[in-house]
């Protein structure tokens, strides 16, 4: 093995690695990563060429390797955990060495491009590391050596699936790789050939005697191998080139990310919103939340954004309805928001009476760092959607929990400007629900008004005009009932006093924006007093809703629809008052003659009685006993039989959805609530996964895997599908009464667990006080039994 031999194909895995790596920048977008490639590739070969060079067996050159991952590892992949940037240490190992196990599935649900944030670099350290120590070893010491040469590629398919699902010079990429590795493979087997007539040359010139050269043709060989590569190159870049202009994929770019399941989804979860006035109650009013430092005089605090509306609750994404807000994902050490134009503001928020899985936040994210004893575990926990600008930590907050963000605050046009707002582009999930009363008035409002922006500002001015705040707490407040829903909305529009408070106001004013045309949202939060320092501690009583409307001139726009607080006027009287009059004096009945009492009566002969007909009698009796004992047994089954119905309802609206997607989730939760209703305990943040597990058997585990692969996959499903899928959740659903009794099967179908009306502290006290395992265990022999296949 001459020197020249080592150095050309050391050459040409560098410039394969190189060209590979390219792959890796809109993962990163770091110099970390260049620093990586290089120096990692620089060892890797290294050690390739000691152990060709010295006949190192693989055992040894895997010693090797692994001792040059724990030296470099820290400072390359984990240079944040590095001593003076250069030295390892214990955290930074342990960072490092647990990161080649999780950091692959870390790196899959989190926002690109990561930096050198935690251990996220090391898939790209290991990767880079192997590849190099195997395909220079290989291409040295291997009798095919040739098989070196699939090594970049590897690294550059691994690049691309870690990726984005966006391409970056995917040209340009592919053509210089298959150059490298044509002209590598060319090489390779033109030295082969020449090496070969050399070694036939020497072995003539010994059999001879003469020492005469003997021809060889291999410089006409070389030659012609170069013509035909660069004949074959041009025409594969030729090929590709034509294919990605006149003919570019149809559908969206596959890559792992697409795939993996994303551990937090905010359907889970109940909509904050639904608890609007709970921070309105007497011990919560007054009760400190959180601490914040740096707000702005105006600025206000997000919890999260909804933009899902079912004609019951306002939510983060939907079940039934796909939607950019109901994706989060992890975010690294920075969030780009570059693109924003507005304040940028560093907030210091302490928890204090706070709890739950919504973190507060105000405008959109840039950054964000965790304090205090649980910083890690929130840190890992800690998920953002920078479309709803909403930010989520698994587990959820509680008292004592510390943490610094900065934002930027977008710059929104003034109140007077309204008018003159244009509807952007933005999609937001279909209201499958809408109440007919909001038409009606939101016609009245507009009448004669022109311009999108001019009807937005009068549909404002009139619910400001017609409404009155009242929380319906206190005794001294009018009635207002809580809730958002379709029903509540058409009271709040067709009561006499239009009465209500943000959870009402601002659900009505974003459905009458969006039949105005405007994409409209409805933000959950607080509004806090804010002194001159720009600290403030948040108490219950400054919860407040508000409405976001998408605008081609400022994007979203966060926009006040709640009326002035002012004093509500007394109820009219729906009939009219009767006025009383003065009695009228009438006059004494005038004399009546003396009646004679010589009088012979009348002779008249009575008609007898018709005799009564005793079996009618009875007859109706009974009649009116039955229909009395109908009449209450009518009452008492009524409210099981509207449970009934709710859920017959809900099930045919899932099952004629809009679209297989639609059906196809729709179908998965039907299943779910059918386990609920069989007293099986599901945690509301359990995947679709662990639920199957939890029933147990195959058919579970594969309706989850369909319904999986339909809602993250970026195919569509086809029809064919939902048919399949909802005919097994039939059948799976029909399964679960396996095993149980008459009266079991009762319960289940009037439970109320799956329609959300069961307080949770009352599921968990009977959790606690009943073990589920029986339940379970019924639910998977049913399971079992039946042979449902999607």
């Not at 002779?603 to 006993?625: M, Y």
Request: no cysteine; aromatic share 8%; hydrophobic share 45%.
């Amino acid at each position: 093995m001459s020197a020249a031999y080592v150095v050309w194909n050391t050459l040409f895995l560098w410039a394969g690695i190189a060209v590979a790596s390219v792959a890796f920048w809109p993962i990163y977008q770091s110099p970390s990563i260049v620093l990586l490639v290089a120096v990692t590739t620089l060892a890797g070969s290294a050690i390739a060429i000691l152990g060709a060079a010295f006949r190192w067996s693989s055992a040894i050159v895997l010693a090797a390797t692994v001792v040059a991952f724990l030296l470099l590892g820290v400072p390359l992949a984990v240079p944040l955990q590095a001593l003076y940037g250069v030295l390892p240490t214990l955290d930074g190992l342990w960072q490092l060495v647990s990161g080649v196990a999780l950091g692959w599935k870390q790196l899959l649900t989190i926002t690109l491009p990561v930096g050198n944030y935690q251990a996220l670099l090391v898939p790209a350290f290991v990767l880079v590391l192997g590849v190099s120590v195997v395909a220079l070893s290989t291409a040295l010491r291997a009798k095919r050596g040739g098989i070196a040469a699939a090594g970049p590629i590897a690294l550059y398919l691994a690049a691309l699936a870690l990726g984005p699902d966006y391409a970056t010079a995917p040209l340009v990429l592919s053509i210089a790789l298959i150059v490298v590795t044509l002209v590598w493979l060319m090489w390779r087997r033109w030295h082969a050939r020449r090496e070969a007539i050399h070694r036939l040359a020497a072995d003539a010139r010994s059999t001879d005697g003469t020492g005469a050269p003997v021809p060889s043709d291999h410089r006409l060989f070389g030659i012609r191998t170069i013509v035909a590569t660069t004949v074959i190159l041009a025409i594969a870049s030729a090929a590709g080139v034509a294919g990605a202009v006149f003919a570019p994929p149809s559908k969206p770019r596959e890559v792992a990310r697409s795939a993996v399941v994303q551990p937090f989804d905010p359907r889970d979860y109940v909509s904050p919103l639904a608890g609007f006035r709970r921070y309105l109650q007497s011990e919560t009013a007054n009760e400190v939340l959180f601490s914040v430092s740096g707000l702005p005089s105006d600025g206000r605090i997000r919890i999260a954004t909804l933009d899902t509306y079912d004609g019951i609750v306002y939510s983060v994404g939907s079940a039934t309805v796909t939607s950019e807000s109901g994706s989060f994902t992890r975010v690294p050490y920075r969030f780009d928001q570059s693109a924003v134009a507005g304040e940028t503001v560093v907030l210091d928020v302490t928890v204090e009476g706070y709890s739950g899985v919504w973190v507060p936040t105000a405008g959109q994210l840039e950054a964000i760092d965790f304090a205090g004893d649980r910083a890690t575990s929130l840190r890992n926990a800690f998920y953002y959607n920078d479309t709803a600008g909403t930010a989520a930590v698994i587990g959820g907050l509680r008292p004592g929990d510390e943490y610094s963000l900065e934002a930027v605050i977008p710059r929104q046009p003034g109140t007077d400007a309204v008018g003159a707002l244009r509807p952007g582009s933005a999609v937001v999930p279909g209201i499958t629900v809408l109440p007919e009363e909001t038409e009606i008035v939101l016609d009245r409002y507009v009448d004669g008004v022109e311009g999108e922006g001019n009807r937005l500002a009068a549909m404002l001015e009139g619910l400001k005009a017609e409404g009155y705040i009242s929380h319906g707490i206190s005794d001294d407040e009018p009635a207002s009932r809580s809730g958002h829903s379709a029903d509540r909305i058409t009271q709040l529009l067709t009561d006499q006093r239009m009465i209500g408070d943000a959870e009402q106001y601002s659900v009505t004013a974003a459905l009458m924006a969006r039949q105005l045309g405007f994409p409209a949202r409805v933000v959950f939060g607080f509004a806090p007093e804010v002194d001159d320092t720009g600290a403030t501690e948040v108490t219950g009583d400054a919860v407040t809703a508000w409405i976001e409307v998408d605008t081609q001139q400022y994007g979203w726009v966060s926009i006040d629809p709640n009326p002035p607080v002012r004093e509500i006027p007394e109820e009219q009287p729906e009939e009219p008052t009767t006025v009383s009059r003065p009695q009228s004096v009438i006059p004494p009945p005038p004399l009546q003659p003396d009646r004679q009492d010589d009088q012979t009566p009348q002779e008249s002969t009575p008609d007898e009685p018709a005799p009564d007909d005793a079996w009618l009698a009875i007859a109706l009796l009974v009649a009116r006993i039955v229909g009395w004992v109908a009449l209450g047994l009518a009452v008492l089954v009524s409210p099981f039989l509207m449970i009934v119905a709710a859920k017959v309802r809900r099930r045919r609206l899932r099952r004629r959805a809009a679209t297989p997607l639609a059906r196809i989730s729709g179908g998965w939760q039907e299943y779910r609530d059918a386990i609920v209703d069989h007293g099986v305990d599901l945690s509301p943040s359990s995947t679709r996964r662990e639920v199957a597990l939890t029933v147990g058997g195959s058919q579970p585990a594969i309706l989850a895997a369909i319904s999986d692969r339909a809602v993250f996959s970026p195919r569509e499903p086809s029809k064919e599908e939902a048919d399949k899928v909802w005919k097994a959740v039939t059948e799976l659903s029909a399964g679960l009464d396996a095993g149980t009794t008459r009266w079991q099967r009762l319960k289940a179908l009037v439970s109320l667990r799956s329609l959300g009306t069961v307080a949770r502290g009352a599921r968990d006290s009977r959790r606690t006080g009943r073990p589920a395992e029986g339940k379970k265990a019924a639910a998977r022999r049913g399971s079992d039994r039946q042979g449902a296949t999607p």
